[in-house]
């Protein structure tokens, strides 16, 4: 039974109790605890809500939206991390909870914390941006390898690179692809093939645990990757496995393998498409041969009917024709000019004064060698000169006599 001097307090009198008490303890109000994530939440608002649970006890927790930037991965159910925050309670419901300020991973969910801010600040640099990759040659003729020596990698990429190019030169680099010194020993890889102006890298190791591949997500090595003049393509790894130096790399292979399928052009493919441009080139040859030939055909035609020679020649026939012409129509000419003065001989044949003297008949003239055809042309004592056959007989005249006209 409750005495009359006992104090009586509300519920919510006491739950501020409480909470001043969680409140004034030092401890309580900057603690890390370490379990096992559960019954993890992402409100709407942004708040985070999950369970920290360990073999023997659970204990509620949250992390307001504010405080997000303190979380650098997306927390999920089976998480092993280690919460800092305070411990106090919630008037309203009279139960207490860590409320987180920051969380990370444990063990290797520490390195996955350290690869994912380490992948921010790189890509906050710009040391992944896509304006920096190289592109990869099409045809490489050296092709430099930083690995192990011994193992499966090494012995992938020679009989991949081979089958695809037996030409093609590989400089090995044996490095130290894990455990203490492995990073100075990839950087010194990348650093002295660089220096030997090589035609592409390929940077790899094969597979294992987040810590066998961390030294591929070391700061030194994607630097000594970024700064390499060298077009550089990573194979860390299987294809699930992804490392910072795949991010800074100009290329990722998922294998060593498939990074070597990557590096080395397959030259029988090239060779089949040499094969193919020569068929092509060869029958477009003999095609504008074929076309140029007729071409040359239309023009030899052409030619010989505008040639000046030509038409010269057909000149020279046609002149010729018509002096042949010309001298057969001479020659008739002649011939019936011939005939006709046959004819006029003949005519004047009977009028010759020669057959006249020949028949008896004599010319007379006087000494002005005019004829003398009438007795009044004359006087007596006149010199005539008197014509016959043979000769001039010099006469002169005596008498002379009329003679009575004939009827």
């Known amino acids: 039974m409750r005495s009359p001097s006992q104090s009586v307090y509300s519920v ?8 001043n008490m969680f409140t004034q303890d030092f401890m309580l109000s900057r603690i890390y605890v370490r379990g096992e994530v559960s019954n993890c939440k992402y409100h709407t608002s942004g708040h985070l809500y999950f369970s920290l649970k360990d073999a023997s006890g659970t204990i509620a927790c949250v992390m307001f939206a504010g405080q997000r930037r303190g979380l650098a991965f997306r927390m999920k159910d089976g998480d092993k991390v280690i919460v800092g925050g305070s411990v106090n309670v919630y008037e ?23 690869f994912l801010a380490l992948k921010k600040e790189l890509e906050e640099m710009g040391m992944f941006a896509q304006e920096y990759k190289q592109p990869i040659p099409f045809y490489v003729k050296r092709l430099g390898v930083v690995t192990a020596p011994t193992g499966a990698v090494i012995q992938d990429i020679r009989n991949v690179a081979y089958r695809r190019n037996p030409y093609v030169q590989i400089v090995l680099y044996p490095a130290q692809v894990q455990g ?37 997500n070391e700061e030194a090595v994607a630097r000594a990757i970024f700064n390499c003049e060298t077009p550089v393509i990573s194979a860390v790894g299987h294809e699930t496995d992804t490392t910072i130096a795949d991010y800074v790399a100009d290329l990722r292979a998922p294998t ?38 007729t071409r040359l055909q239309s023009y030899q035609t052409r030619w010989n009917y505008l040639n000046p020679v030509q038409k010269l020649e057909k000149q020279k026939e046609r002149m010729a024709q018509a002096e042949r012409r010309l001298q057969e129509s001479m020659e008739a000419v002649l011939q019936g000019k011939r005939h006709l003065l046959d004819l006029y001989i003949r005519q004047l044949q009977g009028l010759s004064p020669l057959d006249k003297l020949n028949q008896g008949f004599s010319y007379v003239e006087n000494r002005e060698h005019r004829p003398v055809t009438r007795i009044g042309q004359v006087q007596e ?12 007989i010099e006469a002169q005249v005596k008498a002379k006599r009329s003679v009575s006209s004939r009827s």
């Not at 919510?12 to 909470?19: G, R």
């Not at 008197?386 to 001039?392: A, E, L, P, R």
Request: hydrophobic share 35%; glycine share 12%; proline share 1%.
């Open 180 to 216: 203490e010194g492995g990073v100075q020993s990839i950087v010194r890889g990348i650093e002295t093939l660089d220096r030997l102006h090589l035609d592409v890298l390929i940077v790899g190791r094969g597979g294992g645990s987040i810590e066998d591949l961390w030294a591929f």
């Open 256 to 293: 060593p393998s498939a990074a070597a399928e990557l590096a080395v052009t397959d030259i029988r493919g090239i060779l089949e498409r040499m094969g193919q441009y020569r068929r092509r080139m060869n029958y477009s040859l003999q095609t504008q041969v074929q076309q140029a030939r």
């Open 381 to 392: 004592g006149d010199l005539l000169n008197i014509q016959v056959t043979d000769g001039t």
């Open 12 to 19: 919510s009198q006491v739950n501020s109790y409480i909470k």
């Open 92 to 114: 309203r419901d009279g139960k207490y909870q860590l409320y987180a300020k920051e969380i990370s991973l444990e063990g290797a969910g520490l390195l996955y914390e350290r």
